[in-house]
């Protein structure tokens, strides 16, 4: 049983957008926080965005800030990634994270940023 499945990846131009969900099978979702990262090729994981367990605060990798938006809704134990004026240098595997007595990993959903 996967505790992380992330999903709405995809190919998409320069400048557009997706939203990425991470639908999360854990027991007290509203107690962890919860992140994303990516990995593109060749570098290290980074994290993108996080959020805390009620939503109150959020930060951002400051290459990102004013395009994503991470947001969650504790009710359906589900996490977003809203990403907007998408750039090709975007183009990584994200990977949604969670924290709290345990530390859980998606296994991840590609996002191609290409003409």
């Known amino acids: 049983q996967e505790q992380l499945v992330e999903s709405g990846g995809g190919l998409v131009q320069p400048g557009g957008s997706l939203r990425l969900s991470c639908a999360a099978s854990?027991?007290?979702?509203?107690?962890?926080?919860m992140n994303w990262y990516r990995r593109a090729p060749g570098k290290e994981r980074e994290l993108v965005a996080a959020?805390?367990?009620?939503?109150?605060?959020?930060n951002y990798l400051d290459s990102v800030k004013g395009r994503f938006t991470i947001s969650r809704d504790n009710a359906k134990n589900t996490v977003y990634l809203q990403m907007n004026n998408l750039k090709p240098e975007d183009t990584a595997v994200y990977y949604c994270?969670?924290?709290?007595?345990?530390?859980?990993w998606g296994k991840g959903t590609l996002v191609t940023v290409s003409s």
């Open positions: 854990v027991f007290t979702f509203s107690s962890y926080v």
């Open positions: 994270n969670a924290r709290y007595a345990s530390n859980y």
């Open positions: 959020i805390t367990g009620s939503g109150d605060s959020t």
